[in-house]
């Protein structure tokens, strides 16, 4: 069981650009696994964390439904927005600068295999950062993603997730509101949900600016520690 996670920045990087980049480190470990299956062999299966920012993009689940997208292609376009319908599961999406987007491409069986308790540990690796600047995130019974003031009026979403899964490898991941302009979460219904607000975490502590390097670090640290694993950092160029 290979603990060791390759931790990657990507910087502010197009979507679809990285989308591709994530399927080839999901299919490089598959194939692996599939060769191992076929050949009796133990060969070690690399672990990949990437951290990035996107340009405005709205991105729909494969359970989703595109009328939880509110504005036309024009509408898109003037905002500077592109849209994909993508492979994971959940609904719609927002991601634009200043949101911290975590993409962990793992091989489970080095770890658990266990889909729920990977997506608990997603959660809670966000909800024990988000503390650390004294917020009180949960978790949202039947709602995914990270969520302040659960079960009252004022309950808002901070962080959104969706993952894909196939041979016990993962993909996608969650995508946490830090600097975000929630301007462009009113052209959608976020995750399908009605009724319930967006929230970023410079709105919450009142502050013009959070420093993005800092939370990342926060993250990581919490999710080395959830996933008992040992980070390596690696410059990428996609």
């Given amino acids: 069981m290979n603990k060791e996670i390759w931790v990657q920045d990507l910087g502010l990087n197009d979507y679809k650009q990285t989308w591709d980049y994530q399927e080839q480190l999901f299919k490089k470990i598959v194939d692996l696994k599939i060769k191992n299956r076929r050949e009796a062999s133990n060969l070690e299966t690399p672990n990949y964390f990437l951290f990035v920012e996107h340009p405005h993009v709205y991105t729909l689940g494969k359970s989703g439904d595109i009328n939880n997208l509110l504005v036309n292609k024009a509408e898109l376009d003037e905002k500077g927005a592109t849209f994909y319908k993508i492979n994971r599961g959940g609904d719609i999406t927002y991601h634009g600068p200043g949101q911290i987007v975590g993409y962990p491409i793992l091989d489970l069986d080095n770890f658990f295999t266990d889909i729920h308790k990977y997506l608990r540990f997603l959660e809670e690796a966000v909800i024990l ?20 003031d659960v079960g009252t009026p004022f309950a808002r979403k901070i962080c959104a997730m969706g993952v894909r899964a196939s041979r016990w490898v993962t993909m996608h991941g969650f995508a946490l509101n830090v600097n975000t302009d929630l301007g462009y979460f009113d052209m959608m219904i976020p995750c399908g949900i009605k009724d319930k607000a967006v929230t970023s975490l410079n709105v919450e502590l009142g502050s013009p600016k959070v420093d993005l390097q800092a939370v990342k670090q926060k993250l990581l640290y919490h999710f080395e520690n959830l996933f008992e694993a040992k980070l390596v950092h690696q410059s990428a160029h996609i």
């Fill in 129 to 148: 950062t988000l503390a650390e600047y004294g917020l009180k995130a949960e978790r949202s019974d039947g709602e995914t993603g990270v969520w302040l």
